[in-house]
């Protein structure tokens, strides 16, 4: 299915989403950092999910994608359907909302849509809210990866490093990036990777939107990322990095991909290049 087929566009504005609450065919989701925040209030209609849910969670690679049998089971419990369009949100800028997204183009589920600056955006707006729980109408959802393309594995990443016309962003703190702050084995940065923060992505401003697209295509071309380019981001477990694959599509970079072993597995091998 194509874009041309969403009802909503990729980015959309609290007041687009208001205007459209009633159709049968939307899916809100929320992935709140902090389940109260769920409880407390949320778009009318969005079903709350677990962000854990999102990461393998267990094995050498805890932050890697969970299995297709996991993730049948995790779209069936939302009530993902063929049909659906996902809107998903949270309440932090746009991390675990980013990393559900991705989830759902790695598996060729491509009618999905962003609520710009999350719950805090809807709030802002003076919208309704709806407290306690949403349930979904389960569904039965065979998730296969069918866009593989989306993302990379540490092999093909190692093999690749300075490659022309391959970026890596980091969307870790610059302290995490330099190496002078982490919980892994190693410090530091993969080689030739730069580094823009998540947080700097959002207008602080305005309810934590994506900021001025123009600046931010800017600011990321003076770091050596151009759209043309094929642009992998990362962070410590494809959270905060969800985010900036969501900003990179948002941008128009057409082969926007996420690491999603990130630094939790980069950072804990001993044979991995690492720049300080």
Same mark, same amino acid.
């Given at each position: 299915?194509?874009?041309?087929?969403?009802?909503?566009?990729?980015?959309?504005?609290?007041?687009?989403?208001?205007?459209?609450?009633?159709?049968?065919?939307?899916?809100?989701?929320?992935?709140?950092?902090?389940?109260?925040?769920?409880?407390?209030?949320?778009?009318?209609?969005?079903?709350?999910?677990?962000?854990?849910?999102?990461?393998?969670?267990?094995?050498?690679?805890?932050?890697?994608?969970?299995?297709?049998?996991?993730?049948?089971?995790?779209?069936?419990?939302?009530?993902?359907?063929?049909?659906?369009?996902?809107?998903?949100?949270?309440?932090?800028?746009?991390?675990?909302?980013?990393?559900?997204?991705?989830?759902?183009?790695?598996?060729?589920?491509?009618?999905?849509?962003?609520?710009?600056?999350?719950?805090?955006?809807?709030?802002?707006?003076?919208?309704?809210?709806?407290?306690?729980?949403?349930?979904?109408?389960?569904?039965?959802?065979?998730?296969?990866?069918?866009?593989?393309?989306?993302?990379?594995?540490?092999?093909?990443?190692?093999?690749? !490093?300075?490659? +022309?016309? @391959?970026? *890596?962003?980091?969307? /870790?703190?610059?302290?995490?990036?330099?190496? $002078?702050? %982490?919980?892994?084995?190693?410090?530091?940065?993969?080689?030739?990777?730069?580094?823009?923060?998540?947080?700097?992505?959002?207008?602080?401003?305005?309810?934590?939107?994506?900021?001025?697209?123009?600046?931010?295509?800017?600011?990321?071309?003076?770091?050596?990322?151009?759209?043309?380019?094929?642009?992998?981001?990362?962070?410590?477990?494809?959270?905060?990095?969800?985010?900036?694959? !969501?900003?990179? +599509?948002? @941008?128009? *970079?057409?082969?926007? /991909?996420?690491?999603?072993?990130?630094?939790? $597995?980069? %950072?804990?091998?001993?044979?991995?290049?690492?720049?300080?």
């Amino acid at each position: 299915m194509s874009s041309e087929d969403n009802l909503l566009p990729l980015i959309v504005e609290p007041d687009q989403l208001a205007a459209h609450l009633d159709n049968p065919e939307l899916l809100i989701i929320d992935v709140p950092l902090k389940p109260e925040n769920y409880a407390e209030g949320h778009v009318p209609g969005a079903v709350f999910l677990d962000h854990r849910r999102l990461l393998r969670g267990s094995g050498d690679i805890p932050t890697e994608v969970p299995d297709t049998e996991a993730l049948s089971a995790l779209f069936s419990s939302l009530g993902l359907t063929r049909d659906s369009h996902v809107v998903a949100y949270d309440d932090e800028g746009g991390g675990w909302a980013g990393r559900l997204l991705w989830t759902l183009e790695l598996i060729g589920h491509e009618r999905y849509s962003y609520l710009n600056g999350g719950i805090h955006a809807w709030r802002a707006e003076g919208l309704p809210q709806s407290v306690g729980d949403d349930s979904p109408v389960p569904s039965d959802y065979r998730a296969e990866i069918l866009n593989p393309a989306v993302t990379i594995d540490r092999e093909s990443l190692q093999e690749r !490093l300075g490659e +022309k016309g @391959l970026a *890596i962003w980091d969307a /870790r703190s610059p302290a995490e990036y330099d190496g $002078e702050k %982490g919980q892994n084995r190693h410090l530091g940065h993969i080689p030739g990777a730069v580094n823009m923060e998540w947080t700097d992505a959002m207008d602080r401003e305005r309810a934590l939107r994506i900021r001025d697209y123009v600046e931010l295509v800017t600011e990321l071309e003076a770091m050596g990322i151009t759209p043309d380019m094929e642009v992998v981001t990362h962070c410590q477990s494809h959270h905060r990095s969800g985010f900036t694959w !969501l900003v990179g +599509k948002a @941008l128009g *970079i057409e082969r926007m /991909r996420a690491y999603p072993g990130s630094w939790q $597995e980069w %950072g804990n091998r001993d044979d991995t290049p690492i720049e300080r």
